[in-house]
């Protein structure tokens, strides 16, 4: 047992996973449905075509962007439910160890607003593009 890690208990420190996780998910609406409409609307369909074809998986995230959306929507649910949860918890006595975990905090909520802005951003222009363009 390491000399500090009595000071915490039972309780587990913050991670920065799940807004990593997150992002990631949120990142898939992306390559789903923000990079065709904006290469598209700006004229630069070729480059999609050539896309496409150099990565056909793309196709994938597009055939089924129900359920990317769906899995994107449930990991930023989750994710901000647990660092909702873990808002509060303490952390540890030492001043340096303490200031890490502050600054570990604020990086994952704003990773995570970032993240959930990236999937407003993909909704914005899967669901309701049609009517910016």
Sequence with gaps: ???NDDALGDVKPVSLWPATLSLFASTSTLICCVLPALLVSVGLGAVMAGLIET???ITWFG???TWVFSGAG????LSGW???RARNLPCPTDP???KACQR????SWRLWIFAVSLFMLGTGFTYFGI???
């Excluded at 449930?74 to 649910?77: D, S, T």
């Excluded at 570990?104 to 990086?107: G, I, S, Y």
């Design 63 to 65: 055939k089924n962007k």
């Design 96 to 98: 340096a160890q303490a």
């Design 55 to 57: 990565v056909p998986a």
């Design 131 to 133: 009517y910016f363009i």
């Design 74 to 77: 449930i990991i930023l649910a």
């Design 104 to 107: 570990l905090r604020r990086l």
């Design 1 to 3: 047992m390491a000399p």
């Design 82 to 84: 647990l660092q909702w």
